[in-house]
């Protein structure tokens, strides 16, 4: 009988530890997905903060299509001088100018 006790204990003690570890699991799940939602959110201020420069520097530009907004963002990138800017702004952010 005594055999009997500790073995049902020991399967009281293993279904515990398996709540325990679906919780542990369900806590970093929940993490994850906040980890995530909060990287969406930051990548979609970042992209309405370069949206309202562009905004702000050009005010025709806010009356194009989305089509028309991207055919001349594409004309605009491919011109070597832009290229060139482009080059230098991303060298100065990988030495950590700018903010």
Same mark, same amino acid.
């Given at each position: 009988? *005594?055999?009997? *006790?500790? &073995?049902?204990?020991?399967?009281? &003690?293993?279904? /515990?530890?398996? $709540?325990?570890? *679906?919780?542990?699991? $369900?806590?970093?799940?929940?993490?994850?997905?906040? /980890?995530?939602?909060? =990287?969406?959110?930051?990548? &979609?201020?970042?992209?309405?903060?370069?949206?309202?420069?562009?905004?702000?520097?050009?005010?025709? =530009?806010?009356?194009? &299509?989305?089509?028309? #907004?991207?055919?001349?963002? *594409?004309?605009? #990138? =491919?011109?070597?001088?832009? $290229?060139?800017?482009?080059? =230098?702004?991303?060298?100065?952010?990988?030495?950590?100018?700018?903010?």
């Amino acid at each position: 009988m *005594e055999n009997k *006790e500790k &073995t049902l204990e020991q399967l009281e &003690t293993a279904r /515990l530890k398996v $709540q325990q570890y *679906e919780h542990k699991i $369900q806590l970093l799940k929940n993490r994850k997905n906040h /980890l995530e939602k909060k =990287a969406d959110r930051q990548r &979609t201020h970042h992209l309405c903060n370069m949206g309202g420069a562009i905004q702000s520097i050009s005010k025709e =530009a806010d009356s194009l &299509t989305r089509v028309e #907004f991207y055919s001349l963002m *594409e004309q605009i #990138f =491919a011109l070597p001088a832009v $290229q060139e800017l482009v080059d =230098a702004a991303m060298e100065n952010h990988e030495m950590g100018g700018g903010s």
